[in-house]
C-alpha cells in the first residue's frame, strides 16, 4: 500500500531478462587508441652513447676536444727578413712574430724594424700581445709596445686586429696610445698567389698614421708614411723560402721634412733579397 513497496516482477518481454547471467555484465578492455605508443628514445649526439657510461663519454670528449684544437701550441714565422739594395746606403729589415696558446687565447710577441748597414737601428720595435678570438677569422689583441733604436723609446699601450679577409688577404690594424699621450695607427695587408705548387708572389702594403706631430719620434701628423712591395718565393720546404723583390716607400708631411733635416731621404725604390721562415 505504501510507495516503498517494490514494483512487481513482469513474467513477459524483454525487461524479465537477466542480463548478468548471460555474462554481459563483464567488463570489456578498450582498444588501444592509436598513436597513443611511448616515444622513441630521444637521439643523441653521438651513436656510441647508446652503448658507453656518459661518465667514461664524457672523459672521452674532453681528451677529443684537446686533441682538435683544445691543446697549447705554438710558432715562430719571419714573414719579412731581408736585405735591401738602395740608391744609396743599403739597409736591412725585418717583420715577424711569435705565438703561444690555443685556438681562442693566446700570447703573442711580434717584432719590426730597419735600419742602415754601419749604423745603429733606425727603428725597430717589440709588442707583446693577448690575443682573443672573435670569429673562426678573427682575432682581437691587446697588450703594450715598446721602441728601440736610436729614436725615441716610448712606451705604448696596443689595440688591434688581425685576420682573414675575403679572397684570402691576411689583415693586421693596430692603435697605438703613448705614455706620452701621443695616438698612431698602423694598417697592413698581404695576399699570397700561388703560381705553382712552390712559387708565390706576395704583394704587400702598409700604411702609417699619427693624430700629431712626434719631433722626437721625426713622426708628422697625419699619413706619416706609406710602402708597397711585391716578393716572389720559392719554397725550397714549407718552412723555408727564400725570396727576391722591390720594395717602395714614401713619407710625407711633417715626417719628409724631418727626414730632410736629417739629411736623409723621404724614400724610394729598393730591391729586396731575403728570406721567409717559420717553425
Not at 28 to 55: C, K, L, M
Not at 77 to 102: C, T
Not at 162 to 179: C, I, K, R, T
Amino acid at each position: 500500500m505504501g510507495h516503498c513497496t517494490p514494483a512487481p516482477v513482469r513474467s513477459g518481454g524483454h525487461g524479465a531478462m537477466d542480463h548478468g547471467a548471460m555474462g554481459h555484465g563483464a567488463s570489456v578492455e578498450a582498444p588501444p587508441v592509436v598513436g597513443d605508443a611511448p616515444p622513441p628514445p630521444v637521439p643523441t649526439t653521438r651513436a656510441a652513447d647508446a652503448f658507453y657510461d656518459p661518465v667514461a663519454m664524457a672523459r672521452a670528449e674532453r681528451q677529443m676536444r684537446r686533441e682538435h684544437g683544445g691543446m697549447a701550441m705554438h710558432q715562430v714565422i719571419l714573414n719579412i727578413a731581408e736585405v735591401q739594395v738602395r740608391n744609396g746606403r743599403d739597409g736591412y729589415r725585418w717583420d715577424g712574430e711569435g705565438w703561444f696558446g690555443g685556438d681562442i687565447h693566446r700570447l703573442v710577441v711580434k717584432s719590426e724594424g730597419e735600419g742602415d748597414f754601419g749604423r745603429r737601428v733606425d727603428a725597430a720595435e717589440v709588442q707583446a700581445l693577448y690575443a682573443r678570438a672573435v670569429d673562426p677569422y678573427w682575432n682581437l689583441q691587446a697588450g703594450v709596445r715598446q721602441d728601440v733604436g736610436a729614436g725615441a723609446r716610448r712606451t705604448y699601450a696596443v689595440l688591434g686586429v688581425e685576420g682573414l679577409a675575403p679572397y684570402w688577404f691576411d689583415v693586421e690594424g693596430a692603435l697605438f696610445l703613448s705614455d706620452r699621450g701621443d695616438v698612431l695607427a698602423r694598417g697592413e695587408a698581404w695576399v699570397d698567389q700561388r703560381i705553382t705548387q712552390r712559387l708565390i708572389a706576395q704583394p704587400r702594403v702598409e700604411f702609417n698614421l699619427a693624430a700629431q706631430d712626434v719631433p722626437a719620434s721625426r713622426i708628422g701628423a697625419g699619413l706619416s708614411s706609406a710602402e708597397a712591395g711585391l716578393r716572389l718565393r720559392y719554397e725550397i720546404a714549407r718552412e723555408f723560402a727564400p725570396y727576391v723583390g722591390v720594395s717602395w716607400e714614401r713619407r710625407y708631411g711633417a715626417t719628409a721634412r724631418y727626414a730632410r733635416s736629417d739629411g736623409g731621404g723621404t724614400g724610394g725604390f729598393a730591391l729586396a733579397l731575403g728570406v721567409r721562415a717559420w717553425f
